[in-house]
């Protein structure tokens, strides 16, 4: 079984940055993908960017390219994501998510945390 768990959310005005972290446990964590997707209100998940854990490569949505990255501790099972020049546009539920590829289908990952809540203020 995988644990995931989230931290780093919050209320910031527009222009502002965050940074998320996500831990993953579990005997033995083998995961090659850890991501992260949001939600937002009456809106499916959608992923934001994703990480290939052994090799650091990412993936990150257009939507976000150029604000958001993506990075791993590997030590630590831990991925972080900041977000920087945030708009109203980005507040969602952010979820930190695990998985043995990188899929744009929430429905294909099979651990989650449980979310947390960005919220940016124009």
């Known amino acids: 079984q995988v644990q995931v768990e989230e931290t780093g959310g919050g209320l910031v005005q527009a222009g502002g940055s965050l940074r998320l972290s996500c831990a993953a446990s579990g005997r033995p964590f083998t995961s090659p993908v850890m991501g992260w997707f949001r939600q937002a209100p009456g809106k499916e998940h959608i992923l934001v960017a994703a990480i290939r854990r052994s090799e650091g490569t990412t993936d990150i949505a257009d939507s976000v390219k150029g604000r958001f990255t993506i990075s791993r501790d590997n030590a630590k099972n831990t991925v972080y994501l900041q977000m920087n020049n945030l708009t109203p546009e980005d507040t969602a539920v952010y979820y930190c998510?695990?998985?043995?590829?990188?899929?744009?289908?929430?429905?294909?990952?099979?651990?989650w945390g449980q979310g947390t809540q960005v919220t940016v203020s124009s």
């Open positions: 998510t695990v998985g043995r590829a990188i899929f744009s289908n929430y429905h294909s990952y099979n651990y």
